[in-house]
């Protein structure tokens, strides 16, 4: 199990290091958008719908919008800096009610909590004293920069801390449009409500519950598998080319090309007297530039 934060537990002056574990997991089917052409999965990019271009990562800033369509901006640096000032590695337990005190709506997440090195004999007695007295403890923790109320109980012999939403977090029952005020109800059809309850009345045994839509899904991805039906491999990935930017590119090239190319002088006009003047100043030219006899230097000899 992997551990997600270390810290510890305090109340009063007792100090218990701890390890915090997820305590449950999300289970749901995950499946991968496919296109239906080529089977490749999809990718989603950041646009800007303004600039209409793609944005990488250290483009972006954080903005809170405080009216429609107005935005503060918030520093990363800012960010960080109110984060290493509330952020606290402790469980600081500060009451202690009955869980009955707390309605079921309130609870958020579930975490298991485990003694951290040197801790087991603390970690023993706050788990003693909490199901001696039947009480919860009431704390607060900062998980990933976000200040939060839990409570902490026992849960088969290991503690759990459940974070808790804040009041303000929970919206106002009032709200919920059409909800009938109490009516005059028939007492034949009260009495046999309740003798239909009585009937299903039992204890609790979560292992009795099955989700049956994610069993019935996976049942049918395995017989799919097995039986090679529907299975695809997606194409291989094309390479990127930018088609514009190419035609651009090779346009701008001939162009460039036809302005480097040399113009060809037009040869001059010649009249017959000229010609024959040319074609003797050449007949000489060849006879005076003719192949040359290659003579051999004797070697002297002593």
Known sequence: MHTMW???????????????????????????????????PIKYEKVC???????????????????????????????????????????????????????????NRSYFL??????????????????????????????????????VRVYQDCLVMETVHYPDEVRNVKEVPAVPEKAEINEQELNTAMLLIDQLTTEFDP?????????????LIEQKVNSEEGTITPQDAAPKTN????????????EKTKKQEPKTAKPAKQTPSTSGRQDKAETAKSESTGPKKRTTRKKATV
């Open 207 to 219: 292992e009795k519950y099955h989700d049956d839509y994610r069993e019935a899904v996976l049942n």
């Open 114 to 151: 485990g003694p951290g090195e040197n801790g087991s004999k603390a970690y023993s007695l706050l788990r003693e004293a909490l199901q001696q007295s039947g009480k919860i403890g009431v704390a607060e923790i900062t998980i990933r920069s976000k200040q939060q109320l839990a409570v």
């Open 49 to 107: 719908p303004h600039c209409e271009k793609e944005v990488e990562q250290n483009d972006l800033v954080k903005g809170y919008e405080y009216v429609k369509g107005k935005y503060v901006i918030l520093s990363d640096e800012e960010l960080q800096s109110l984060k290493e000032e509330h952020e606290d590695k402790s469980v600081k337990i500060i009451d202690f009610v009955k869980l009955d005190d707390i309605d079921p709506i309130y609870f």
């Open 6 to 40: 270390k810290g510890s537990i305090s109340f009063g002056l007792v100090n218990i290091p701890i390890k915090m574990f997820s305590a449950t997991e999300d289970k749901d089917i995950k499946m991968r958008t496919l296109h239906s052409e080529c089977h490749t």
């Open 243 to 254: 088609v514009v930017d190419l035609m651009s590119a090779l346009q701008a090239s001939i």
